[in-house]
């Protein structure tokens, strides 16, 4: 029953290794977004696609890019960690439509990325 | 531009006695207002929404939140904790100026004692 699923669960990386996570769903939903959450922290929205239109938020660092192949999948690309980039990463998705404000969010279980 | 609130970053009680978990929201349209529980090293999971229909909005798990738009306020309460109660909460706002991009509090941590 999943529907949004997240791999890996949990991921190690060296400093200044590249790390790619990735985030499906079967909601066929039109907006896909990742959060970055710090231990005892909120999440923070680095970027979210509605559809194929990619929209960085501007505090997000160059470091971090994502790719959307499809309504399913969605990649978060980090290309060089550091060890700030340790935290929970949480995709999520909702229904997006642009005249309904009042979605909710579905999100996955998150990655735990350790970046040594 | 949206903001939320909220007021505690923890609350302790004991099992069985109520709940109240505070958010204050600022927004210069009617927002919906959410709120998501996460528990340790899990996702988000929705208690409850509010989008206009009414004020008093029941959700899972026996919380409710009651939207006072006077006070700005979308408060978070149960009448008797579990101790399975016990996670972060965040309170969530969408909508204004017709944006669909959600704006998270930063957390309250609920702790319950047996």
């Known amino acids: 029953d999943a529907m949004v699923i997240q791999n890996p669960r949990y991921q190690v990386t060296q400093f200044g290794k590249p790390v790619t996570l990735s985030c499906s769903q079967t909601?066929?939903?039109?907006?896909m977004y990742w959060y970055q959450q710090k231990s005892s922290q909120a999440p923070k929205l680095l970027f979210h696609y509605y559809d194929k239109d990619f929209n960085n938020e501007a505090d997000t660092p160059d470091n971090f890019q994502s790719r959307r192949p499809n309504t399913s999948f969605c990649f978060l690309d980090i290309r060089s960690p550091g060890l700030g980039d340790t935290a929970m990463y949480l995709c999520?998705?909702?229904?997006?439509?642009?005249?309904?404000?009042?979605?909710?969010?579905?999100f996955g279980s998150g990655t735990q990325l350790s970046v040594l | 531009a949206q903001s939320v609130t909220q007021l505690d970053s923890h609350v302790s009680v004991s099992e069985g006695t109520p709940v109240l978990l505070r958010c204050n929201y600022s927004?210069?349209?009617?927002?919906?207002l959410f709120w998501y529980v996460q528990h340790p090293n899990k996702g988000l999971q929705l208690l409850l929404k509010y989008t206009s229909a009414a004020t008093l909005v029941k959700g899972i798990n026996g919380f409710e939140a009651e939207f006072k738009k006077s006070e700005t306020s979308f408060h978070l309460t149960k009448p008797s904790a579990h101790m399975s109660d016990a996670a972060e909460y965040f309170c969530?706002?969408?909508?204004?100026?017709?944006?669909?991009?959600?704006?998270f509090g930063r957390g309250t941590s609920l702790i319950v004692h047996p």
């Open positions: 909601l066929n939903h039109n907006v």
């Open positions: 927004s210069s349209y009617s927002p919906s």
């Open positions: 999520a998705t909702s229904r997006g439509n642009r005249g309904l404000i009042n979605e909710k969010l579905f």
């Open positions: 969530v706002v969408s909508g204004t100026g017709g944006s669909y991009i959600p704006t």
